[in-house]
């Protein structure tokens, strides 16, 4: 069982919170992580660099000179790659570098990744975070209440809330996610994670359909 204190925005703890991990995932599989990894970062790549190659180039396909008598090397056009002005010999065209993985792979990343910031010690449980009006100094003052300090932070959230992103969106290293939008690149490119327990409970299934 893994069990966590569960702190306010004063940073108060007001509770405890146990669960079992096989609630989020079985285990961690390393190679599972990094293959999901990969291919966020892939999906990432915008891939709109292109050079032209010697085909694309505007200019006369006509030889330089001729073939042979001049005491020269022999030269082509002056479309060649081996000439100023030339097109490039493996010119670059637009690619899409993205792919997917089975859904089934990277929803069991994400249970992973989750599970992993709690078994690192890297996540924090808080009980609510009820905003009457958008105020970055709340925000921020929870998050140094609770212990994050200058952490790069995930903010996991039950649902989206308008109030809480305009609060945290000028907080530099930040962002905030529902529960139901988390994915296995953002809780490991974050060093903390911070998550209330609706969110937590809604991750597990509690009180609902799994």
């Known amino acids: 069982m893994i069990s966590l204190p569960v702190k306010d925005k004063s940073g108060q703890e007001v509770g405890t919170y146990e669960f079992d991990p096989a609630d989020l995932a079985p285990g961690i599989n390393k190679q599972l992580l990094h293959d999901v990894v990969v ?3 892939a999906n990432r790549r915008v891939g709109t660099v292109k050079t032209k190659s010697r085909g694309m180039v505007a200019g006369s396909t006509k030889k330089l000179y001729r073939q042979k008598g001049t005491g020269r090397a022999r030269a082509g056009a002056r479309r060649s790659p081996v000439r100023r002005g030339g097109g490039h010999t493996f010119g670059k065209v637009n690619r899409d ?3 997917r993985l089975p859904k089934k792979a990277i929803r069991l990343a994400t ?3 989750l599970l992993s910031k709690f078994q690192d010690e890297e996540a924090t449980v808080i009980d609510s975070l009820a905003l009457d009006a958008p105020k970055t100094k709340e925000v921020a003052s929870m998050l140094k ?3 994050v300090g200058a952490d790069s932070c995930l903010l996991a959230i039950e649902s989206h809330d308008s109030v809480v992103w305009k609060s945290s969106r ?11 939008g988390l994915n296995a690149y953002d809780l490991l490119r974050q060093k903390r994670l911070v998550i209330t ?3 937590l409970d809604g ?6 359909e799994a």
Request: zero cysteines.
């Open 203 to 208: 991750l597990r299934g509690v009180g609902a």
């Open 97 to 99: 570098f993205g792919y």
């Open 170 to 180: 000028n907080i530099a290293q930040l962002q905030v996610s529902p529960a139901g």
């Open 39 to 41: 291919m966020y970062e």
């Open 197 to 199: 327990k609706a969110a």
């Open 145 to 147: 209440a609770v212990g």
């Open 111 to 113: 249970r992973m990744a």
